[in-house]
């Protein structure tokens, strides 16, 4: 079945750590992206990608990283730099101006 | 400036009830797109309908319709004789021909159907 693969669906961390959520795609889709969804609120974008190889920072970036090595792929790093990292993790993915796909989530908490 | 307003954080109705959840939109842009997404307990975002600004027309599926009316720039969102299982949050999304594939989402409106 084509669609969005995220994982872990739950991860916790230590202050101080850096941890990585996992996201793939098999829909063939160009551009896919990271949200941040913090409770009762809507989401804010983190990072974008157009294309393999390249990226774009969001609207809240800072203290997060990316890559873009494959097509399926597009890994969001958590690094010790986001102060409050807590917060569910949403990953999707679209072709052109089409509507995006979104994964399952990831909640992330630091203990 | 947000580009997607939900006024309407919560809503609760009665089973079978008909309720309408409201988006306003804000751009420059003559071409651009409209979306709607269930967000229900899972999480996982469920896209429900995608809106061209060139097609005004109004949209049923099932229980669900759409009104699209460009004059007052709002999206607004139908649910006929509402079911339990139409409990969730619903997104509000826009997309710009010139920022290419970034979408700016609504906060949410949380919709509890009650038995």
Redesign the interface.
Known sequence: DGGITQSPKYLFRKEGQNVTLSCEQNLNHD?M?W?RQDP????R?IY?S?IVNDFQK?DIAEGYSVSREKKESFPLTVTSAQKNPTA?Y?C?S?S??????????T?LTVL | AQKVTQAQTEISVVEKEDVTLDCVYETRDTTYYLFWYKQPPSGELVFLIRRNSFDEQNEISGRYSWNFQKSTSSFNFTITASQVVDSAVYFCALSEARTGNQFYFGTGTSLTVIP
């Open positions: 551009a992206y949200y009762g609120q809507g989401l974008l974008y157009q969001g569910f949403l999707a679209s052109g101006v089409n509507e995006q796909f979104f994964g399952p989530g909640r």
